[in-house]
């Protein structure tokens, strides 16, 4: 290896980001993002019931009703009437698509995208993508003992997501914690 390359004896921890280091800017925006809004109005209705899209739902409708007393009314609202299913997925699917039109980096949003990327990629809807430079770095980083550290705006779970169809599976690995 290059001794430019080379990491002092000091460091026990590697930090990266996803995003333009370990996997493609465009896999995200192309593939990632296109996926939520191509499936997002069907997730809904079809784990509406679920306790998981449940709580998904009542984290963002708090976030829309917090976003709309800061912002005001460019927010859209979401309805908070769970009896009627319809109006509030509809209007769950307008905030949604704002907050992503907006670039939005919300947690309520990005545990949304976070579910529905894992639902994407148990079934092989998705396949995660990593440059092929990652997988011998991350070999050669853990058989050196060091920690390695993701940073990322998005989920834990979307991390995971992309992570465990290739590097979990090829290198038994354990991403060691999330940094925000």
């Known amino acids: 290896m290059n001794s430019k390359y080379r990491i002092k004896k000091s460091v026990d921890t590697i930090l990266t980001d996803i995003e ?7 896999f995200v925006k192309d593939v990632l993002f296109p996926y939520i809004r ?41 309805s908070s009437d769970f009896g009627n299913k319809k109006e509030l997925i509809e209007s769950a699917m307008v905030n949604i698509k704002w907050q992503m039109d907006n670039d939005r980096k919300a947690r309520p949003l990005k545990q949304l995208q976070g579910h529905m990327w894992q639902f994407a990629y148990k079934n092989e809807i998705v396949k ?8 011998p770095a991350f070999e050669r980083w853990i058989s050196n003992g060091f920690k390695i550290y993701i940073y990322s705006s998005g989920s834990i779970e979307a991390q995971k997501s992309i992570f465990a169809v290739i590097l979990i599976q090829i290198l038994d690995l354990k991403l060691s914690h999330r940094v925000i």
């Open 20 to 26: 333009g280091t370990t996997t493609s800017i465009s």
């Open 38 to 78: 191509l499936n997002l109005e069907s997730y809904l209705n079809e784990n509406f019931d679920r306790k998981q899209c449940q709580e998904d739902l009542k984290f963002l409708i708090d976030q829309s009703k917090s976003d709309f007393k800061s912002l005001g009314n460019q927010v859209p609202l979401i």
């Open 128 to 135: 995660g993508h990593v440059y092929e430079d990652v997988v």
